[in-house]
């Protein structure tokens, strides 16, 4: 029984680590953390994913003290955008792939402290593999703490990359969805089963399901969110109810809506007792919106109104109702 039971958490932890991550916390969380610095790391490819008010002068501070550690950082993102969800992250993936980067760098600023987690990259989209590990080092003091790095780095590996940028490049960007976009609602979700990616747990789970019931009066299954979308394919689904989180603002741009529309604040359509209402959300304020795929093209509805929400029950119910009203089903 014991040996049976240890099993089925093992198996539990390899499902949770399998799927994708959406944020620098959650990443960090399942990467197994030592004080080892990652193999090749003063050798091959790195990006880095900023988080938090990091300004321009400490990227120039932080790229420097990497070229004169050996550490090879070819690009710089926010992480609001390449984790924002899965199709971004998905195309993140790729972007690292065509730019044969081996090692993912999280730089974090917090009230507290300036934060440098280091872990090899998977080549695929769940960014790294399960019981991955990773290399961490903190310091109120962002000097002290690229010192730090630099000390253990250098007496560890031999510096094998000479030729590291100067500056820290954050003008790079690559395409987040391959398909056409379009700001109507799909008839496909009327003929064919839609895929809806699992929540990831128990309770959430069980909350999608009682939504997508009450909501979408059409066939629907909840698959696991580490199934490739060209496997789900085979299995019959044509289309999968994908959303972002992230800023109202980065989540407009993102999904390549006008902005000129977007000001400081965005009024979003929400459903309240079955009837849509204006809501206005600060364009800063962290956001879900959801939209329906189409898996053989990659191409995405979004829905004629803007209907995003900080919560993701309301966002999603929000999409459900105005897409039944437009498609009458």
């Not at 009327?190 to 066939?219: T, Y």
């Not at 085979?234 to 800023?247: D, L, Q, S």
């Amino acid at each position: 029984m014991k040996l049976r039971l240890l099993l089925c958490f093992f198996i539990l932890s390899l499902a949770a680590e399998a799927q994708l991550a959406h944020t620098p916390e959650s990443i960090i969380k399942n990467l197994a953390l030592t004080n080892i610095i990652p193999d090749g790391l003063l050798a091959q490819r790195s990006v880095v994913l900023v988080q938090g008010a990091i300004n321009q002068k400490e990227l120039d501070e932080t790229q420097k003290a990497f070229q004169q550690t050996g550490i090879d950082a070819v690009a710089y993102f926010d992480s609001n955008r390449v984790l924002a969800g899965a199709d971004p992250q998905q195309a993140f993936a790729k972007y690292l792939n065509t730019r044969n980067v081996s090692f993912i760098i999280l730089f974090t600023k917090s009230t507290a402290a300036y934060s440098l987690t280091f872990f090899r990259f998977s080549g695929k989209a769940n960014l790294f593999d399960v019981a991955a590990t990773g290399w961490q080092q903190s310091n109120a003091s962002l000097k002290e703490l690229l010192i730090t790095v630099f000390r253990f780095a250098v007496s560890n590996q031999k510096k094998q990359n000479l030729l590291v940028n100067d500056f820290p490049e954050t003008n790079n960007t690559f395409k987040y969805f391959d398909g056409r976009r379009s700001e109507l609602y799909t008839g496909l979700v009327k003929s064919f089963k839609v895929a809806v990616p699992s929540m990831g747990n128990e309770q959430d789970d069980a909350r999608l399901n009682r939504i997508m019931q009450e909501f979408f009066s059409l066939p629907f299954e909840i698959v696991d969110t580490d199934i490739p979308e060209s496997e789900l394919e085979t299995k019959g689904f044509k289309t999968i109810i994908r959303f972002i989180h992230t800023t109202g603002a980065i989540a407009r741009e993102l999904l390549e809506y006008d902005e000129s529309k977007t000001g400081t604040a965005l009024a979003s359509a929400a459903v309240i007792n079955n009837e849509a209402q204006l809501k206005t959300i600060p364009a800063t304020t962290p956001i879900y919106k959801f939209y329906v795929k189409q898996l053989e093209y990659g191409n995405i509805f979004l829905g004629n109104k803007w209907d995003a929400d900080t919560d993701w029950q309301q966002a999603l119910i929000n999409h459900l109702y105005l897409m039944r009203q437009q498609l009458n089903y």
